[in-house]
């Protein structure tokens, strides 16, 4: 449960601080259907049947009621059939916890009444050995081939052993990593743009402590290793493996200079009273710990620009405090484990596959997913050309809000132009991120654990025991536990899963000269 708490946590700020375009500055060319007219779904087909396709989304924010949950997947089931002209499946939605993709949702596969439509968060290669996914090659000429035009290289992310499984989320996964800060204490007291990486940013910290002895600047020091891998080239394979730089030979990650010297840091950050003095004993999040002033500045990944970061800052904040923000890495391409595939036991893959093109290529679809139906979850300004919520509403209060789904599954660059959109994000940066972004040499290469299950098992055990204290900078790494956890590792076994991630890498690379 643990560990299923930190990927959830790591989902939360991925997809709160690069969520939903939400800034889109023209509205969809279709027309919301009344989304008070109840769906018929869709017509009969020639044999006299319709295949009900079931999606089981997951969402951060409040699981909405089931009425309004119908009340969107009959306005879904409406543009199908009578603007699409779809009338072999209707779409068959519910809502759950995010928590669900990791506990519920395997073990409804596993009883072979699972979706139809799997959402996955990193455990595409687990799904894949258990046999709880078809392969989608029959489909990628037809039913899929506008997504995969449109994303690209992108879709290696959602390969095995040569065959597409998942198709992976298009999304702004480059981020600009920032260290937000209350202007209102550091503008005089350090010339904030002097600060263009971890070695300068040390360098205002420290004197940010001689003028605020009693103030702490960042909340935790566990993205350090993130920010270390991009200012190094450093690529994770399948978590623990790794290749730096150009080189395609695959090394322990933990191994690697880039973690060690984020865990000496991390360490070295809290002796100095840099960052907050409990670290991986906080329970506070990194949002509610610089919004309610507990701590005055953080490292995020956004894919927005440092001023419009700053300007989300102020509004969101608590205690009326002046944000601004100064980009401190940008990320590298990474090998991406969100998306979408289609379970065994569905009964109508190629309907199926015809829904999950239409995540990534038809806008309306995507808008009443996620942010649900006009009228009960937004309206329009009389031009037509920007939203809000119903009057007395907000996004916690509408009946139907899965806007921190999109992270997972389907076109993230897509989105409906909100009045006020506080989302962290900007499709153009975003893309513009993205195709900046440094390619490692096995981008879109995704290891099978099929053959060191037992190993991989025992390796993400040791993982647990020790990442949370490195990470965190709770203890001194050169003190012995850094070595220690070296040595477990291999005793765990990770030396034969790098050499069996290895075989299979090299024989990736030759199939995709």
Partial sequence: MKRILALALTLVMLLSLAACGG?????????????????????????GEVTHIKLELATLMTVPSVEATKTVENVINDYLKNTLGET??????SILPIA?????????????????????????????????????????????????????????NGKINGSVYMVPRYFGTVLDWKFIYNNDLVKDVYDMSKVHDMDTLEECL???????????????????????KFMTH????????????????????????????????????????????????NTLTHDEAVMSGSSK???MGHSADASSIGDMFDKMNYYGADFEAVTIAIGDLTNDGCGIGISYSCKNPSAAARFINLLYCDEFIWNTLIYGAEGQDYVWNEDHTVCNYPEGM?????????????????????????ENSNTGSSSEYGMELMSKAWEPP??????????????????????SQYEDVLNFGDVDPDAGTYEQFLKDLEAAGINTIIADYQTQADAWLAANK
């Fill in 394 to 418: 907000d996004a916690n209060t509408i009946p139907y809000n899965c806007m921190y789904s999109c992270g997972i599954i389907g076109n993230g660059f897509q989105g409906l132009p909100f």
């Fill in 297 to 299: 500045g953080v490292i």
């Fill in 442 to 463: 096995l981008y879109g290469f995704t290891p099978s654990n099929a053959n060191v299950l037992n190993e991989s098992a025992a390796v993400a055990n040791v993982v």
């Fill in 100 to 156: 669900d993709l990791f506990t519920t949702v395997p073990m409804e596969l596993a009883g072979g009444a699972g979706p139809d439509l799997v959402m996955m968060f990193d455990n595409m290669p687990s799904f894949v050995d258990q046999g709880f996914l078809i392969p989608l090659d029959p489909y990628m000429d037809n039913e899929l081939k506008p997504t995969a035009d449109k994303i690209g290289n992108i879709m290696n």
């Fill in 206 to 228: 420290a004197a940010l402590k001689t003028a605020y002895p009693d103030e702490h600047f960042l909340v935790y020091t566990d993205q350090f290793y993130q920010i270390n």
């Fill in 234 to 281: 450093t690529a994770q394979i399948g978590t623990y493996t790794a290749t730096e730089g150009d080189s395609t030979n695959l090394v322990n990650f933990y191994a690697t200079d880039a973690y060690h010297t984020a865990c000496q840091k991390a360490y070295e950050f809290r002796q100095k009273g840099y960052c907050d003095p409990e670290g991986s004993a």
């Fill in 23 to 47: 800034d889109n500055t023209s509205a969809p060319d279709t027309t919301a259907p009344d989304a008070s007219t109840p769906s018929t779904g869709g017509s009969e087909t020639p044999s």
């Fill in 88 to 93: 072999e499946y209707v779409l068959d939605l």
